[in-house]
């Protein structure tokens, strides 16, 4: 069954970055695009931007765009979000997700999220 | 960026109700609106795709609706596990966007 294993908790100091994995798993990575989705505490659901794991091409949402850079390994069928200059409103769950659907339109598999607190 | 607009933010219902939340886009998105199921602590379900497609697995007491800026998710009888959030997401533009979400809890 596809699975999407996402690496553990961290905490931050302002300023500094994080890199948080998504290893997938049960189907064909390159076949498909990872998305990156963000919730701070009592939030609404923020997209981040994806990936496609068969060329390296990315597109990024304009909120995090210059901070945030997504990147995969073919051959440990893994991708990977980095979110640098990070400040206290950066406290979140960060999520990976499959897009599938027609046209690569939705995220059918979501990995189980992985909190990044930033405190000083 | 394309603003999605939920309402109600949160409702209360009893088990067996019907249960309607609206989605509204700030622009016309077609068909590309996707619904998600999300209870505490854990991630995102997708429920719905294409406005109003049920994803394999969903039960049928779920259905979607609509087209242009103005979309709907209908529970026709709400059960003990229903109670969550919901969200909205739009995919027509390169920028995605997901609504504020609607809270049902138990009346």
């Known amino acids: 069954q596809v699975q999407l294993v996402q690496s553990g908790a961290e905490m931050k100091k302002p300023g500094a970055s994080v890199k948080v994995s998504c290893k997938a798993s049960?189907?064909?990575?390159?076949?498909?695009?990872i998305h990156w989705v963000r919730q701070a505490p009592g939030q609404r659901l923020e997209w981040m931007g994806w990936?496609?794991?068969?060329?390296?091409?990315?597109k990024y949402s304009q909120k995090f765009q210059g901070r945030v850079t997504i990147t995969r390994d073919t051959s440990a069928t893994t991708a990977y979000m980095e979110l640098s200059s990070l400040r206290s409103e950066d406290t979140a769950v960060f999520y990976c997700?499959?897009?599938?659907?027609?046209?690569?339109?939705?995220?059918?598999?979501w990995g189980q999220g992985t909190l990044v607190t930033v405190s000083s | 960026d394309i603003q999605m607009t939920q309402s109600p933010s949160s409702l209360s219902a009893s088990v067996g109700d019907r249960v309607t939340i609206t989605c509204r886009a700030s622009?016309?998105?077609?068909?590309?609106l996707n619904w998600y199921q999300q209870k505490s602590g854990k991630a995102p379900k997708l429920l719905i795709f294409?406005?109003?497609i049920l994803q394999s697995g969903v039960p049928s007491r779920f259905s979607g609706s609509g087209s242009g800026t103005d979309f709907t998710l209908t529970i026709s009888s709400l059960q003990p596990e229903d109670f969550a959030t919901y969200y909205c997401?739009?995919?027509?533009?390169?920028?995605?966007?997901f609504g504020q979400g609607t809270k049902v809890e138990i009346k």
């Open positions: 997700a499959r897009a599938s659907c027609s046209g690569d339109s939705c995220l059918d598999n």
């Open positions: 049960g189907y064909t990575f390159t076949n498909y695009l």
């Open positions: 990936i496609s794991a068969a060329n390296g091409n990315t």
């Open positions: 622009q016309s998105i077609s068909s590309y």
């Open positions: 294409a406005a109003s």
């Open positions: 997401q739009q995919s027509y533009s390169t920028l995605w966007t």
